[in-house]
């Protein structure tokens, strides 16, 4: 016999035994039949894909999660909005039915100023800090109560403006009309003026994105004055230059009933899927500025029942049922994509437990087969170290004997 052929093959089988018990130990303790890439390289490769669509479709999860409570929000407030005009048509057909004393009237515009204050509360609903109905601009109210005047805080005996004052390039001055439903955005640009901005103003006024008599000008104090000259239509003006200085409501031009949106039109979007996206909200200013006009509707009705006809307050309560109806429609597709969120949402927990069933079968391993191998993992171990135990201590002296 030739001892040296013994020990190597000895060593080797000891080696593989003790690799084959520390696998099986392996899979007994983590569940898997593959815990690292020379296990089954195959495999590996096919659970790195997986691993990864898996990510994908929790971020998809996370991002329905999280836009679906505020959506329902959203069409909870439209909700209650619309049963306050379903109100408001009632209100305004009794007090167009020729029979209500001038007191009469004036008890049923208050009940409708009432609701025009709720109206103005859901239009500012919040969910988590975020104002649903501001477009991108969500982190303040977008309906603000609109005054006839508003003036800038520079024009000091040091530094009055005057229509040649050159404007700050890149400054944004925005106004918003609360009659019209509308927001004129003027951005500087090198050169312009306040004279340019005059012009600018003069022209929104033409094509109807500002109401008619509104104007800027140079008051006595050096100071630029955006104004309305009608007690019933109100304008809230913002501006960042520095030139121009913060604009302020003047004290006591507050217009009764008059709010302007001051949030932007911008549509919000989410990843819900490969290739999927969802709109999750839709701009204050579309739902209840825009078309049939809300809140003017609202405002208008007050009017007219406070001063106006019986004709006058049945066509002012027809344009708020027309209001209603534009509502409606509004609303239809913030409905549409709710649906398309739970939808989705059902299929992403779906595929979650498809992926997860899938990866088991890649790398996962049946625990009662893994705790066979592992028996029978002990017991070849043990038989090659008794084996070992035989041969290794032998010598060449032994075998001479």
């Known amino acids: 016999m030739r001892v040296a052929n013994l020990l190597p093959d000895i060593q080797y089988q000891m080696q593989q035994s003790q690799q084959a018990l520390a696998t099986a130990t392996e899979q007994v303790s983590t569940g898997l039949r593959v815990n690292q890439l020379s296990d089954d390289p195959a495999a590996s490769a096919n659970m790195v894909r997986s691993l990864a669509y898996s990510a994908n479709v929790d971020q998809y999860t996370s991002n329905v999660s999280s836009v679906i409570p505020q959506m329902q929000t959203a069409d909870s407030a439209i909700s209650s909005i619309v049963t306050s005009l379903n109100t408001a048509v009632t209100l305004g057909t009794e007090g167009a039915n020729g029979t209500n004393s001038t007191q009469d009237k004036q008890e049923i515009a208050t009940q409708v100023q009432s609701i025009?204050?709720?109206?103005?509360?859901?239009?500012?609903?919040?969910?988590?800090?975020?104002?649903?109905?501001?477009?991108?601009?969500?982190?303040?109210?977008?309906?603000?109560?609109?005054?006839?005047?508003?003036?800038?805080?520079?024009?000091?005996?040091?530094?009055?403006?005057?229509?040649?004052?050159?404007?700050?390039?890149?400054?944004?001055?925005?106004?918003s009309d609360a009659t019209t439903g509308k927001t004129m955005t003027y951005t500087a640009v090198a050169g312009d003026t306040v004279a340019t901005l005059q012009a600018a103003i003069a022209s929104k006024v033409s094509d109807g994105t500002l109401s008619v008599g509104t104007s800027a000008t140079i008051n006595a104090n050096g100071q630029l004055q955006v104004g309305t000259n009608s007690a019933t239509a109100g304008i809230v003006v913002s501006s960042n230059d520095a030139v121009l200085g913060t604009m302020n409501a003047a004290p006591g031009t507050e217009v009764a009933n008059a709010y302007a949106y001051v949030g932007n039109s911008s549509i919000n979007t989410v990843q819900i899927g490969d290739s999927m996206n969802a709109a999750t909200n839709v701009p204050g200013n579309q739902l209840f500025t825009s078309g049939s006009n809300v809140i003017g509707s609202l405002s208008n009705l007050i009017t007219t029942l406070q001063s106006g006809t019986t004709t006058q307050i049945g066509a002012a309560t027809e344009a708020v049922t027309s209001a209603l109806n534009y509502l409606d429609q509004q609303r239809v597709p913030l409905d549409n994509t709710m649906t398309q969120l739970n939808s989705q949402e059902s299929y992403l927990g779906q595929e979650k437990v498809t992926l997860t069933t899938q990866q088991t079968a890649l790398v996962g391993i049946n625990m009662a087969d893994a705790a066979t191998n592992l028996s029978q993992a002990q017991l070849n171990n043990s038989a090659v170290l008794a084996a070992a135990a035989k041969i290794m201590p032998q010598t060449l002296l032994d075998y001479l004997k």
């Open 116 to 175: 025009l204050s709720n109206v103005i509360a859901q239009a500012n609903t919040s969910f988590q800090g975020v104002y649903v109905f501001g477009g991108s601009d969500s982190t303040t109210p977008p309906f603000v109560p609109a005054s006839t005047t508003y003036t800038s805080s520079q024009g000091s005996t040091a530094s009055p403006l005057a229509t040649t004052t050159a404007l700050t390039a890149g400054s944004v001055t925005t106004i």
